[in-house]
């Protein structure tokens, strides 16, 4: 039965089924019998398995509803197991009960919202301890000054403390990915990185500064609508020079940018 559910391309399925890499990966989250684990994506429950023994609870959204049933037999009578079938994208997390740290393979092709969105409700999260692609993991923990460096490494940033721990081949998964895959964790802060008043301000002032990368923040950030005379003041008031590229801002520069060009 599990041999006849195929990969489905249209969800991003790599299933990881290498027993060191799951090890590995539930090391590096430091899952403990006090912990609560939401796992995105459990696939066939390889990583589950190892999670279901170490965590006091683990709750796995799976959105294929074909491995529903498989889950079902495998965990059903766990009695630290939860599957749910559900969206990562639309669940909502605000109902999580305590803290949580989440262990996931995330879905290449939605990775990026779906950080957004932990992100966003993480006051539920003590760590994230995520597998993507592994360009995706470093522009996340990637320093101003490079390519890189983006609204995604801000955005994580702020909020939390980043690392790259390992990388994990393709001949790991199944089907084998045509990517490279690192491992990373992103570490709750008990506050943002640099204090934000506003915070969605903030963010709308990092977006307009990397949606033209090429084009200096004088050109890129014309699109808030503050006046001359108001953004001709930002480099005496800020320290900010109009003249660079969003890129090699660090995230104080944007905190006294953002406070500011506050309306």
């Known amino acids: 039965m599990v041999d006849a559910i195929r990969a489905k391309k249209s969800l991003g399925q790599n ?16 899952i403990g019998p006090g912990d609560q684990v939401l796992e995105i994506g459990p696939g066939f429950g ?12 683990v709750l796995a959204l799976e959105i294929d509803e074909r491995l529903l049933p498989h889950l079902q037999r495998e965990f059903g009578a766990s009695p630290n197991v ?35 969105k932990l992100i966003l409700h ?9 597998m993507l692609q592994k360009e995706v993991a470093e522009r996340i923990a990637a320093p101003p000054g ?13 909020y939390a403390l980043s690392r790259v721990l390992f990388n994990v081949p393709p001949g790991a998964f199944t ?20 204090s934000v008043e506003d915070e969605n301000f903030f963010m709308v002032v990092v977006k307009a500064a990397f949606s033209q990368r090429r084009k200096t923040l004088r ?13 001709e003041s930002v480099p005496g008031t800020t320290g900010v020079d109009l003249g660079r590229r969003a890129e090699t801002l660090s995230l104080e520069e944007f905190g006294r940018l953002a406070a500011f060009l506050h309306p």
């Not at 390889?46 to 609870?57: F, M």
């Not at 639309?90 to 996931?104: F, I, Q």
């Not at 050109?219 to 953004?231: R, T």
């Open 146 to 158: 490079g390519k890189e460096y983006g609204f995604l490494s801000v955005l994580v940033q702020l």
């Open 219 to 231: 050109n890129s950030l014309k699109q808030l609508g503050a006046g001359k005379e108001k953004m």
């Open 46 to 57: 390889h990583l589950t398995r190892v999670l279901a023994e170490r965590a006091g609870a």
């Open 82 to 116: 939860e599957i749910v079938h559900a969206d990562a994208l639309d669940y909502p997390y605000e109902s999580l009960p305590g803290k949580w740290k989440v262990v996931a393979n995330l879905p290449y092709y939605i990775s990026t919202p779906i950080i957004q």
């Open 15 to 30: 299933f990881l089924r290498d027993p060191h890499y799951l090890r590995k990966i539930a090391d590096a989250a430091g």
């Open 122 to 130: 993480r006051d539920r999260f003590q760590s994230l301890t995520i």
């Open 175 to 194: 089907p084998r990915p045509k990517v490279d895959s690192s491992v990373m964790t992103l570490l709750m802060r008990d506050r943002p990185a640099v």
